[in-house]
């Protein structure tokens, strides 16, 4: 198992950019795909952002194709999710979520954070 921890969050103007992070604890980080969700009030927790265990492969929901960008460092035991040209409705707590495999996935995620609130302001 690993344990996570998010940050980075904060409130920001539209159009404008934040980095997240969030750390694991653990010597087998590199054997954890990980993801990146967010949840919006009144509304179901979704998928943002995936990369496989060894970073080389991501992928990301339709709604921030293009916008944000997910990273890895297996070193630091750390994932990122750099949102830019971010929207009022990109507004929602977001959450680091690890699995064990490989592969890059939407889903099955079995480790979660404590989420980051972002807000974003029109």
């Known amino acids: 198992q690993v344990q996570l921890v998010e940050s980075g969050g904060g409130s920001v103007q539209a159009g404008g950019s934040l980095r997240l992070s969030c750390a694991a604890s653990?010597?087998?980080?590199?054997?954890?795909?990980m993801g990146w969700f967010r949840q919006a009030p009144g509304k179901e927790r979704e998928f943002v952002a995936g990369i496989s265990s060894s970073g080389e492969s991501t992928y990301y929901s339709d709604s921030v194709k293009g916008r944000f960008i997910i990273s890895r460092d297996n070193a630091k035991n750390t994932v990122y999710l750099q949102m830019n040209s971010l929207k009022p409705e990109d507004t929602a707590v977001y959450y680091c979520?690890?699995?064990?495999?490989?592969?890059?996935?939407?889903?099955?995620?079995?480790?979660w954070g404590q989420g980051t609130q972002v807000t974003v302001s029109s």
């Open positions: 653990g010597r087998t980080f590199s054997n954890y795909a």
């Open positions: 979520a690890a699995r064990r495999g490989r592969l890059v996935y939407t889903g099955g995620y079995d480790q």
